[in-house]
Every structure is written in structure tokens, then in C-alpha cells.
């Protein structure tokens, strides 16, 4: 994007945002009206022009009432609109509309004075732009636009307005208060929290959600999580509808009843469990089919997803070529026996060159979306995610809530951090963690590959040690993730990474200081955890290469823990 448009852009929101701190661009006074037509495109394109008939109405998505416009740039051209508003001379209006898709810009020009503009990057779903314009002394009408960006994606638009003093033109009717939301429905529970769904209601740009009578959040669209909530207890909700005209009366109530804690994904692990990676590619490990995974591993990570065209989606490959002519139908029949067999079977993301990359609603909404489409085709029971180049704690959290919305309680979602990752709960990827702790499964931090790093007494450990391991995973111990959630991440073999591998007898004893404060080497936690997960592996593969020593003795050992 040009520089200078995009500087444009935001010095003309920042200037908004001050005037709107100072009173100078509030609310519409009593006198105002909208001198805006058909802003809600109800009529078509009716008083609208756009360039190179780049403009159609839709009936989905909208905003508010039963249309919205939808542009799409394309070659040269960036889908504008444009619509002639009459208006007063020395005047000052509030121009505002709601868009959502690729980028979008609003503005004006014409004013006489100076002509202003606003815009958005790609949005996943309907954001409101305002800005303020004043007239000349002889101007009696301006042009009002839309438009998106060169080669970019589509943009929709949606409830165009210009209040301000009536400018003769006859513009849309004032609004009035929208009506009460009706099919309000419990959609999806976690033990911390209840998604709800409701119907649209014409005329409304928003909508509150009340629990036990008192208002939680705010949405603008038609459904709304909320969070926070203590496991094994019933909330009422109700929910109205807004906009600038007032608020509806409060919708019938909705009892959501939130699920028992579990501590986390995965009620139908065993307590404690094994995770290894598979390889979906041939390095020199032994290769593998997922029927030959050793039996003690209890959730087999497929390593990895192909990150796509599209930001934030993910796709599967299967290297049938280099795994000896491995079918998909064989992949997906494997997976069924694993599972059959009392496995989980998940889907990493990333690994050392993972480019996936989720930092925004878009790119999160295509992240949830792209997985579940795996997890249906093939069959996987979650996800994995070992982006080690770092993530953005907002919206991974965002798409992991949306794919747990969509998957349901069964979802299983594993982490694999690396030590620097979880030095402090600050860290992206700790937050992340945190965040969704009510649909954790495990963090598996990977004590490989990795420099020397603080424990949680402050004390600075190598790796290669059982201090290194405990007084690491005393961090997250301490740090808010239930013992559950943490298990230990080691190399199978001295092949499998380029440092830090430690025998099978080093990673037992590091597990029993931890659950039993047993064989622990000079670091001592100040209390055991007995429910600590297990343990994980790269790789499954180069387990297989050594005969399966790690698992044979890792398994054994996790399992035996009590």
C-alpha cells in the first residue's frame, strides 16, 4: 500500500479520535438527520455509482436490514462508490459506515474546506469507520465514497451515513429502536464458558448480552462468547439490540450450563501421557506408517501442516512418495485404528520452518477454519501448535477459541514451546497457554536445541541435566498451568535434535522429582505434582531408529506414575 495513502489514512482516524475525545465529533444533535440515501442499500444501488461495475448488493453479510453493498477491485481499478449528499454551507457532519472484507476506505470530497478519509485493513467482521467533515461557505454538496484496494480482496459496506444539518436532499429516515432479538440458543460449552446465537434484527448495529441481569459484553454481530465462567453452573442470559436510536427490550432468557473441569482437552486421556511426532516427510529416521507408531504413545502429533496462499489457513500433504507409497485412505484408516485403540491423533503447526503466520481476525478465522476442515477430512482429534518463530497471544487465542467453538469439548490442542517461550508468563506463547487453559490439553516445552535459562528460583540451569528440566517446568508449574497441563519435550535420540538430548534414566527421574520429589538432582520443587502429564518426543521416527528405547522406557515410566 502507498505510503502516503496509508499515513493519510491514519492521520485523518487519529484526527477523528481527538476530536471525538473533545466533544467536537459526538453523538448527532437533536436537529441532525442523515442526509445520507439508501445508506443500507435496501434499494439496490439505487443513488449509488460504482466504478467499473465493481458494485452488487448481497444478502449476506449484513450489517443491519437485509442488504449490504458488496465492491470488489479488480486490475486498476479499486471498487469505489460514490453517491452525490446534499448538505448545508458552514456545516459540520459526522460521515460514518460499517465494512468488513479487504481493505476499505470512506470519505468525502467536495467539502469547500478540507476533504477527509478513513480506512481499515482486511476485517473478518463488520467494523464501523467515522470521520467528521465541514463545509465552505458556498458548498451545498459533496461526494461521498467507498472504495477497497488495488488486487485486494472484496469489501462490503454496510448502514452509510451522514448526520449533520438537513441539506434539502431528503435522506434516509431517522432510525428508530430496533425490535427484540428473537432465537436466542445456546450454541457450544466449555467448562468456563457458554456461546450463544441469535437472530438478526433489522435496523440494529449492535447487540448486548446480559448473564443474571447485568450486561457482559457488547457484539455486532449475531453471536457472542462468554468467559470466565466457573465449571458445573447454570447462567441466565438474555440479550437486545441497539443502535443510535436506543435499545430493544432484553430478549427471553437462556439457561447455559457450563461443563465439568477437566483440567483441560482430552477428558479421555489416561492421566498421565506420551506424545510423539510423526514424521510426514524422510530425513533418514525410520519411516513410518501411523499403524507402526509404538503403542505406549498416547497422542501422536502429525509433523506438520503446509501453511497456504491464504494467511493464517493451513492444508495436509501426505509425502505418500517419500513414506514408501503410503496412501491417504491407508492414513486416514491408521488414524481410525489409533483411535479405536484409545489414541488421540493431532495436527502440528509449524515446526523449525513454519511460516503460518495468525495476526489478525482474518488470518485467525482462516487458521480455525482450515483446521477443522482437517480434523473432519482425516480425522485428526485437534492440533498441535509448535510455531517456533514466534505467535501473537490475541489471535492465536481468538482461533483456538473459534476452532474449540466449532470441534466441541472433544478437542484436543497441544503445545510445544520453546525453553525461551516460557521464561515468563509475559512471553506470547505463555499468555496463549494461560488464555485458553479452560481447553488446554498439555504443553509439551521442548528441553532441546536450547541455550542455558533461568529456573523458577532464579537460578540459571543448563540443559542436558534433571535440573534443567524441573526447575524449568517449575515455571509453568508455578506460573498458573495446572500440573496436567505440563509435560516434558526430549529428543528420542541424539539424532533427533541438534543439542540436549538426555538417556531415558535422566527424563524418569526428572518425572519423579516432579510427581513423587524423588531422584531430583540439586533443584528440589517446594512441592510435588502428582498429576504432572508425561512426557514428549521427537520424533516417533527416531524412537523407531533406536529400537524404541525412549518410549519403551519414558512409556513405561509415565504410565506407571500413579
Known sequence: MPARRWAV?????????????????????????????????????????????????????VHGGSAALKATPAGQDNAQCTQSVAVKPNSTYTLSAWVQGGYSYLGVTGTGTTDVSTWTPDSASWKQLSTTFTTGGSTTSVTVYTHGWYAQAAYYADDLSVFGPDGGGGGDPAPTVPATPAGLAVSSTTSSSVSLTWNTVSGATGYNVYRSGTKVTAVTGTSATVTGLTASTSYPFQVTATNSAGESARSATVTGTTNASSGGGGTTLPKHAVTGYWQNFNNGATVQKISAVQSQYDIIAVAFADATGTPGAVSFNLDSAGLGGYTVDQFKADIKAKQAAGKKVVISIGGQNGTVSINDPTSAANFANSVYSLMQTYGFDGVDIDLENGLNATYMTQALRSLASKAGSSLIITMAPQTIDMQSTSNAYFQTALNIKDILTVVNMQYYNSGSMLGCDGKVYSQGSVDFLTALACIQLQGGLAPSQVGLGLPASTSGAGSGYVSPTVVNNALDCLAKGTNCGSFKPSKTYPDLRGAMTWSTNWDASAGNAWSNSVGAHVHGLG
Open 9 to 61: 489514512g491514519l492521520a485523518t482516524a487519529v484526527t477523528a479520535s481527538v476530536l471525538s475525545l473533545t466533544g467536537l465529533a459526538g453523538q448527532a444533535q437533536a436537529a441532525d438527520v442523515n442526509n445520507a440515501r439508501n445508506g443500507g442499500y435496501e434499494s439496490g444501488l439505487s443513488n449509488w455509482t460504482c466504478s467499473a461495475g465493481s458494485g452488487t448488493t448481497v444478502s449476506s453479510p
